[in-house]
């Protein structure tokens, strides 16, 4: 039996990648001081796993920015725009790298980044690879090769982790009409068998091709290109050792396939799927190793070893332990580096530490279970059996965890919970009476300017440098000029302006029981940007309001109508490290509740508009289609159970950014928020069509202007998106904002933004 592992977190566990990329970018250091950390940083990691015990080390897991830009690289996928940059004899490879990642902006050139989006369902980006029309490729960088050679120098041979052909292809985006970018693989195949060819005469023995797409639907073509591809490299290499990785879904339908290619090593995700287990046992050839993901590597909580050497047993009986490797679910990419790191009692009590394990532990536990399934395992490892024994059984029944009141509360939810008093073709009336609201209201998403003033009040609060009086009275001087300035420019719905919050998700987390915060518990997002999600362990409820003080005092201070600010229960389950011990679901519904009890109180204070946002709704769809059904139902449910407490006077709104809505446009209706506003302006309102053509019958408000840039829009620009979206909405449905909160930009171009989309709004009005 053999352990390995597929990719190790490369960001460092004190972030250094980071640090060192974003001083490059600075030009505070050269790019072989950049060089050189990186080199350090993957021997560190190599050493780590070496020293764990894992069998199989994987190396090329290693990257700058992503490991899908890397591939691009390789294969010389650059786009042409980057020309320049790459003839440019005062740029190395790195500055071309870099240029595709985030775009280059230097000696009288513009050239914009290569698109980015979300790796699957998780929280990491990576840059989407551009195809043309019969693009060819050529072996570009030496990474791959590279960085096999620089292991094999300190004594470790790896395998190298190469994004499979076709998955590759099938990531990208065609940029032209015409073609079908997975015609394109007869000139990309070439591509790969040099690299092969290098890596095998360099000695490489094990190649692990990470191939996630298995686990999706695939269409007829996709699975014949699957045979081509692995068909030829196998005739190719017929010694070299090939695993293709699955992982984020199980096999299913396409268990046939994945088990008649010609490869020798398979991996699947156990823990996404246990129940492919006896599948995949019953059908696998003799010719196949398999490799089981048993240990989570998207979440933080520690393993059940007495689970898991029930499926490494079951696997064993079935083919043979030589057959048999262990390994995470995936990449350990997704996870935080080392729990070690966690030394505050304080914030990450001992109780919950001994639930956790991160990167480093996880491969510990991928080596323990593997000596543990050995006839006679040694001490040590029954030792660290019985520890795993106790520790498992302390979260079973730890009082911290479980709390009567809260499971008895969401299992006697009921259909009215997740029901307003009457339907929205009744409310928008009692509503109407009650705001008084004129023709295309304005409003805001939330947030006004953190500033870097802003920022280090709650960074002196928090080093204990300002008490908790003066931060509060701080917040409350920002807060009354954003509430007097927004009276002063005209604007119908006031926001409080959102700064007392760091994030939207560690806001609410650091008030509801069931949630802790790691100090270092990092994972990469995307390039240099990485998240320290929070961590549900336990039953969540509210012991107190979270938002009612700061809505409140808002609202004391002004005539007009200030919205209450809150994020959804979906949101917050979806940016956090989620309980794996029951069902998402469950979960979800007890953040509903918790945010329900907010929304109440909200209304008890005297606030008659809240905003409930849900901008992760989407991201939380399952990767299988035939999922999704499922998923939203519970989702939207979650939603309405948290916006259903309040009188048909209280006006529920919702807001949801980087969102299609074509395919789940049902789904959003069923949301019921008397209001949504959306993310719109980039797409010059086309996104409104999937509501227009739905006939969506309640209020939305389609962004007029994009927050994501300087730039101040004009009163003319925004009057004609105006004008477009009442091309297919009807006026009085239509509300005006922004297209997300302004937290990350400055007061200089908001006020005048804002100014100007006031004016927009009584133009537009004036045309009715
Ligand atoms: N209310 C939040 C804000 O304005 C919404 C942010 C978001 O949608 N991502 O900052
Ligand atoms: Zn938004």
């Known amino acids: 039996m053999q352990t390995h592992n597929l990719g190790y977190p490369r960001i460092g566990s004190n972030r250094e990648l980071k640090k060192a990329c974003e001083h490059y970018w600075s030009g505070k250091i050269t790019a072989q001081e950049l060089a050189n950390t990186s080199r350090n940083l993957t021997i560190k990691n190599w050493k780590i796993q070496l020293e764990t015990g894992i069998d199989l080390i994987p190396s090329n897991d290693f990257s700058y920015y992503d490991q899908i830009l890397d591939m691009s690289l390789t294969v010389g996928a650059i786009p042409k725009r980057y020309n320049e940059i790459a003839l440019d004899k005062f740029n190395n490879e790195l500055d071309l790298y870099f240029a595709m990642a985030r775009g280059y902006q230097k000696n009288g050139l513009d050239i914009t980044a ?27 960088s030496n990474k791959i090769i590279n960085e096999f050679v620089g292991a094999k120098q ?58 996630p797409f298995l ?69 696998i050839p003799e010719s196949l190793s398999l490799s089981l993901g048993i240990i989570d590597g998207r979440n933080i909580w520690k393993n059940d070893f007495e689970t898991s050497l029930l499926f490494i047993k079951k696997a064993v009986k079935k083919i043979g332990c030589d057959r048999v490797m262990i390994a995470p679910s995936c990449s350990l990419l997704h996870s935080p580096c080392d729990l070690d790191l966690e030394t505050n009692e304080e914030t990450l009590l001992p109780e919950i530490k001994q ?25 040590k490892a ?38 307003r008093n009457n339907p929205f073709s009744i409310r928008k009336i009692t509503q109407r009476n009650e705001l008084k609201l004129p023709l295309f209201p304005t409003t805001t998403i939330g ?43 005209g604007i119908d719905v006031l926001v409080h302006g959102e700064f007392e919050r760091n994030d939207m998700v560690e806001y609410f987390g650091e008030q509801l029981s069931g949630f802790v915060f790691t100090k270092n518990g990092w994972v990469q997002s995307y390039g240099s940007r990485c998240v320290k999600p929070p961590v549900i362990y336990g039953d969540v409820y509210r012991p107190n309001p979270m938002t ?69 709704i989407r991201e939380g769809l399952p990767l299988r289609k035939s999922e999704w059904q499922a998923y939203l139902q519970w989702a939207v449910c979650a939603f309405r159970i948290s916006a259903s407490g309040v009188n048909d006077a209280t006006q529920i709104h919702t807001h949801m950014c980087y969102s299609e809505f074509n395919d789940i446009i049902q789904n959003i209706s ?36 994009d927050i994501h840039s300087p730039r101040v829009p004009s009163k003319e620009e925004m009057v004609q998106l105006l004008k477009k979206a009442q091309d297919v909405i009807p006026a009085n449905q239509l509300w005006v904002n922004p297209d997300c909160g302004l937290k990350t930009r400055h007061w200089d171009e908001t006020k005048k933004a804002l100014i100007a989309m006031v004016e927009a709004s009584k133009e537009a009005t004036s045309y009715f």
Request: hydrophobic share 40%; net charge negative; charged share 30%.
């Open 355 to 379: 639930w956790l394990a991160f990167a480093k532990q996880k491969l510990d536990e991928v080596v323990t279970l593997k000596e543990l399934s050995s006839k006679k395992p040694d001490k």
């Open 548 to 616: 009612v003080y700061w809505s409140e005092y808002a609202q004391s201070l002004t005539k007009s109508l200030v919205k209450g600010m809150l994020t959804g229960p979906v949101t917050i389950l979806q940016w956090s490290f989620v309980r794996d011990d029951q069902p998402r679901s469950v979960t979800c519904n007890q953040i509903a509740l918790a945010i329900r009890d907010e929304v109440v109180d909200l209304e008890k204070a005297g606030i008659k508009i809240i905003q409930i946002d849900e901008p992760a």
């Open 154 to 211: 300190v004594g470790i041979k790896t395998k190298p982790v190469i994004i499979g052909l076709v998955s590759y292809l099938l990531l990208g985006k065609e940029k032209e009409d015409g073609f079908d970018k997975l015609d394109l693989v007869t000139n990309l195949l070439p591509v790969y068998i040099e690299i092969l060819k290098e890596l095998e005469a360099q000695g490489a023995e094990w190649i692990q091709f990470d191939e």
């Open 215 to 283: 686990a999706l639907d695939l269409s007829e073509k996709e699975k014949e290109v699957y045979k081509f591809v692995y068909t030829i490299l196998k005739k190719k290499f017929p010694k070299l050792k090939i695993m293709i990785a699955t992982y984020f879904d199980g096999l299913k339908d396409n268990l046939s396939l994945a088990v008649s290619l010609p490869i020798c090593a398979l991996h699947i995700d156990l823990v996404r799927c246990p129940e492919q287990l006896d599948d995949v046992l019953n059908n």
């Open 382 to 419: 029954l030792e660290k059996y019985d520890r795993n024994k106790k520790d498992i059984e302390s979260r079973k029944t730890s009082k911290r965890i479980h709390n009567k009141k809260v499971k008895e509360r969401v299992s006697s939810i009921t259909a009215k919970d997740s029901e």
């Open 447 to 489: 947030s006004f300017p953190q500033t870097s003033e802003v920022r280090s009040w709650r960074a002196k609060f928090k080093k204990g440098d300002i008490s908790a009086a003066e931060y509060n009275a701080l917040l409350k001087k920002e807060t009354e000029e954003s509430i007097r300035w927004q009276d002063e420019i």
């Open 114 to 140: 290569m698109e980015m989006t979300k790796w699957f369902d998780t929280n990491y980006h990576y840059i989407v690879p551009e195809f043309y029309k019969n693009q060819e490729f050529t072996l570009f």
């Open 670 to 705: 069923d949301m019921d928020a008397d209001v949504i506003t959306i993310e719109c302006s980039r797409s010059q309102m086309e996104l409104l069509d999937a509501f227009a053509e739905f006939k969506y019958p309640n209020e939305i408000g389609p962004g007029v202007y």
